[in-house]
Structure formats: structure tokens, C-alpha cells
């Protein structure tokens, strides 16, 4: 599965923004847990968000629940994440991730659980 992120940018804060994520599996994509993680400078990679392969379970990290939102199209093989009420500190590079998962409602919340990534989208949000 290949990975290719869109969207970041510069953005003021509260302001809003929306990644997505195309992935080039025809046929698998749908057999793929699909995450969003972040890294600051300096800092390690974390969870953001992530779906469930028939969207039938979604997670969000504290620091952005209530404020972004996790999304798939297994037609269109993408995955977007709509961020609002955006804050300085959610300046990071986004990355996208899938993990094969057979069971439809399990979503897994550790970037090591993940076997293909994106090359990353960065968002800076100006205080």
C-alpha cells in the first residue's frame, strides 16, 4: 500500500484545515485500518486519530477530540481528517498510516502497529 498525504499548510489559529489521504491499494484498502499520527519538532510521533476498516469505529487523541474528525472513502480509497478550532500547538508534520486488520471494528492507537506510511503533510498554525 502506498501512501500520499495532501492539504497542510499555514493556517491562523481557529482557523481549519483539511488533510487527505489517497492510498494506491484498488482492492485492499478496505482491509486496512487507517490512522492519522503527528510529530513536532523535537518531539516523538503521536496518535491523532484513526477508523476502522467500514468506519464502524473511530479514535482521537485527547489534545484533538471534539475538534478534528476522521473519515473514509473505500470507493475513493482515501482518508481524510477535517481539523478545526486549530491551535498552535497542533503545528507538526501529519502523517497517514494503514495496518491490515481482519476484524472490522479495531483500531489500533500505536504508530508501531502500523506497516505502511505516508510521507507526511506539514501544518504550521500561527498563534
Known amino acids: 500500500v502506498q501512501l500520499q498525504a495532501s492539504g497542510g499548510g499555514l493556517v491562523q489559529a481557529g482557523g481549519s484545515l483539511r488533510l487527505s489521504c489517497a492510498a494506491s491499494s484498488r482492492n485492499t484498502f478496505n482491509q486496512h485500518v487507517m490512522g492519522w499520527f503527528r510529530q513536532a519538532p523535537g518531539k516523538e510521533r503521536e496518535f491523532v486519530a484513526a477508523?476502522?476498516?467500514?468506519?464502524?469505529?473511530?479514535r482521537y487523541a485527547d489534545a484533538v477530540k471534539g475538534r478534528f474528525t476522521i473519515t473514509r472513502n473505500n470507493v475513493k480509497n482515501t482518508v481524510t481528517l477535517d481539523m478545526n478550532s486549530l491551535l498552535s500547538e497542533d503545528t507538526a508534520v501529519y502523517y497517514c498510516?494503514?495496518?491490515?486488520?481482519?476484524?472490522?471494528?479495531?483500531?489500533?492507537?500505536?504508530?508501531?502497529?502500523?506497516?505502511?506510511w505516508g510521507q507526511g503533510t506539514l501544518v504550521t498554525v500561527s498563534s
Open positions: 498510516a494503514a495496518k491490515y486488520e481482519r476484524r472490522f471494528d479495531i483500531v489500533q492507537l500505536s504508530p508501531n502497529d502500523y506497516q505502511f
Open positions: 477508523i476502522s476498516r467500514g468506519s464502524y469505529n473511530t
